[in-house]
């Protein structure tokens, strides 16, 4: 995952099991190709040193050893934080991602859907943050979460009798 300082999502890999190395997922991703082609002519991206250090991507410095790899080291990890700010927003808005609110029992191209869903409407509720119209932290009990579902239902029930008996 990529995101930036608002803790927007702005680039996701979610087809790879949770024990994949997050650098292989990076270097087999469509953003690092077009980083690495030199699509992107400016700016870089921060990361830990479980990656490759890249004209473009950031590492700290394992053994600090001069003041002012120090305070690099410091800025780094201050300004990485937001990856780490953006999981647990991501995590509370969407319990079932982490794993304390259980487990995605489903196969795992349905599991894939469900984070790129949850990333996309982390998004939505970036971008309506000040809108008091929208709010994204009212939590949904398992009984509206039911009633949505059975509305689709109904809906695509209804749709079916539609085309089936009045087309």
């Given amino acids: 995952m990529i995101c930036a300082a608002n803790l927007k999502i702005m680039d996701v890999v979610a087809k790879y099991p949770g024990s994949t190395h997050d650098a292989y997922i990076f270097k087999n991703s469509g953003i690092y190709d077009r ?8 700016g870089i991206m921060l990361a830990d040193s479980g990656y490759p250090l890249t004209t473009w991507l950031m ?9 002012a790899q120090v305070r690099y080291n410091y800025a780094h990890i201050r300004t990485r934080n937001t990856i780490e700010r953006t999981f ?3 995590k509370s808005r969407f319990r079932c991602l982490d794993v304390t609110g259980g487990m995605l029992l489903y196969d ?17 509720c970036i971008e309506h943050e000040n809108d008091n119209e929208f709010d ?15 509305s689709h239902h109904a809906k695509l029930q209804r749709d079916h009798i539609v085309s089936q008996y009045f087309s």
């Fill in 88 to 90: 647990g927003l991501l």
């Fill in 59 to 67: 590492t700290p410095f394992i053994n600090a050893t001069t003041p």
């Fill in 35 to 42: 980083f690495d082609s030199g699509e992107f002519t400016s």
């Fill in 108 to 124: 795992a191209a349905k599991v894939c859907e469900i984070i790129m869903c949850c990333c996309i409407l982390h998004n939505i």
């Fill in 136 to 150: 994204c932290d009212t939590a949904v009990t398992e009984e509206q979460h039911r009633e949505v579902i059975l």
